[in-house]
């Protein structure tokens, strides 16, 4: 099992950046891929995006191509999730999950562990 905790979320005017952290524990974290997700306030989880565990590969949903972009430092064992040119409807709870498989996923039930969730809320 790994464990994840996330941070770095917060409150942020529309147009402005944030960059979220997953710190990750319990097993080899540069063996896994990685992936974010988000949920809004009476939403489904929704997929962000991922990474491949040597941060060599990364897949986005569209709606925030182009505006985030996922790093991992394999040293620190985190990942992070760089969003930029944020949006109101970017608000959600932000959780970081492991993948323990080498295959980028975007699905929610290919991931194995998740971590508790960040808020993020972009104000208009």
């Known amino acids: 099992q790994v464990q994840l905790v996330e941070s770095g979320g917060g409150l942020v005017q529309a147009g402005g950046s944030l960059r979220l952290s997953c710190a990750a524990s319990?097993?080899?974290?540069?063996?896994?891929?990685m992936g974010w997700f988000r949920q809004a306030p009476g939403k489904e989880r929704e997929f962000v995006g991922a990474?491949?565990?040597?941060?060599?590969?990364?897949t986005y949903a569209d709606s925030v191509k182009g505006r985030f972009a996922i790093s991992r430092d394999n040293t620190k064992n985190t990942v992070y999730l760089q969003m930029n040119s944020l949006k109101p409807e970017d608000t959600a709870v932000y959780y970081c999950?492991?993948?323990?498989?080498?295959?980028?996923?975007?699905?929610?039930?290919?991931?194995?562990?998740w971590g508790q969730g960040t808020r993020v809320t972009v104000s208009s």
């Open positions: 999950a492991v993948r323990l498989n080498y295959v980028l996923g975007v699905r929610f039930k290919d991931y194995d562990d």
């Open positions: 990474i491949s565990w040597s941060g060599g590969s990364t």
């Open positions: 319990g097993r080899t974290f540069s063996s896994y891929s």
